[in-house]
T-cell receptor, first 109, second 118 residues
């Protein structure tokens, strides 16, 4: 099993929008609408930001949104803020298993 | 409020055994899946496996099958991750996480740092 593919890093200025992609296969991302996204600040536990592809847990800012097309899922953060600087991981159900992406470091310039 | 509280940091020698714990509160322990995730120093998240305490249904990532054992004691709302013979490469932060459906986790514990060194 290979990890889902994410860009190693992305960056943006405050107020801008960025998108992080997550590419899987027809056995995981492409087959299920069960992609989630996690935010992890240094030294902290991951935090769920998006589940089931596009749903936001209570308390998560509506600046975060998720989508999917084919085997690729995406996380978009609009109106970038300094506090958004963190690592982001996608995750997909893969039939009795779960797969994570390699993670993307978001830098807010 | 859903809370997962993990046991404290461990320092072990190669070849030793270890069992770390994750105690759930604020929800129905037997109705949520609890999984374990490894994060090696400076690296990404890796899904290890998951258990449904209600019926002890357990699944493992192929990468961790046979390397660790996941279990749960529903009488004390606690899940466990154990090793029979640790290796230096097991040095990592280990997180537990619970979710209402089979997934990586809606709620996460604070992590348990395991250091294996001779």
């Amino acid at each position: 099993q290979s990890a889902l593919t994410q860009p190693a890093s992305v960056s943006g200025s405050p107020g801008q929008s960025i998108t992080i992609s997550c590419t899987g296969t027809s056995s995981d991302v492409g087959s299920y609408n069960l992609v989630s996204w996690y935010q992890q600040h240094p030294g902290k536990a991951p935090k769920l930001m998006i589940y089931e592809g596009s749903k936001r847990p209570s308390g998560v800012s509506n600046r975060f949104s998720g989508s999917k097309s084919g085997n690729t899922a995406s996380l978009t953060i609009s109106g970038l803020q300094a506090e958004d600087e963190a690592d982001y991981y996608c995750c997909s159900y893969a039939g009795s298993s779960i797969m994570f992406g390699g993670g993307t470091k978001l830098t807010v310039l | 409020e859903v809370q997962l509280v993990q046991s404290g940091a461990e320092v072990k020698k190669p070849g030793e055994s270890l069992k770390i714990s994750c105690k759930g509160s604020g929800y129905s322990f037997t109705s949520y899946w609890i999984g374990w995730v490894r994060q090696m120093p400076g690296k990404g998240l890796e899904w290890m496996g998951i258990i449904y305490p209600g019926d002890s249904d357990t699944r493992y990532s192929p990468s961790f099958q046979g390397q660790v054992t996941i279990s749960a004691d529903k009488s004390i709302s606690t899940a466990y991750l154990q090793w029979s013979s640790l290796k230096a490469s097991d040095t990592a932060m280990y997180y537990c996480a619970c979710s209402g459906s089979f997934g990586a986790g809606d709620y996460w514990g604070q992590g348990t740092l395991v250091t294996v060194s001779s």
